[in-house]
């Protein structure tokens, strides 16, 4: 993917199927949802030549923040998520052993709380409007980058189906709040989504082949 400022990639480090997502400006990017090992990003940051300057996750599972911590550390750079997601930090710790990935711990650096919807710039020329998706997990959010036309909805929304909610923190009626708050941003169909786990869509797509995508 590529807009005229950004190129986009769509990263799945081992072990996993997670969709981990590289924002890049020049020499520097931001990466969402860093799963996988921290020292498997280092070398992809030498390959690509970049350096990351901030780390966002949509939501405070394991399969979503497994290397975000670290890496905030390795790079001295801030990672954001919802604070209400916090209690998950420890829920998460089964499956990174069960996966051989190292625990996270509130020793680790903290996350930078983004629980409401607001803007920023990402880069000096790049705006993100962070939209609160809540349903899946209770701090749940989505990034939306307009100039790109991608909007990255971690795991409230997938191809066929939505998220699950048997989770701790899980809430169907409020992801489908979440699913109609997506609907009713009337985002031209044209839109790129990307999901948490599975193949990227766009919004015009979703309208007509997810049931579960309306108002
Ligand atoms: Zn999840």
Redesign the pocket.
Known sequence: MQSPKNKIELVQMPPQNTNSVVVFNGANCIVFDPWGRAGDWKKYFSEHNVTPIAIYAT?G?P??ISAAAELAEHFDIDWHMSHLDMDLIDWGNGLLDYFGLPKLSHDNRAPIDISSDCRKMIFSDTEMQIISLPG??RGGVGYYLPDAGVFIV??TLFQDSY?RTD?PGGDEQILFQSISKIYDMKLPDTTVVIH?HGHHTTIGWLKQNNRFFHK
């Open positions: 939501h599972h399969d979503h899946h997990t971690g795991d998220g989770f948490g």
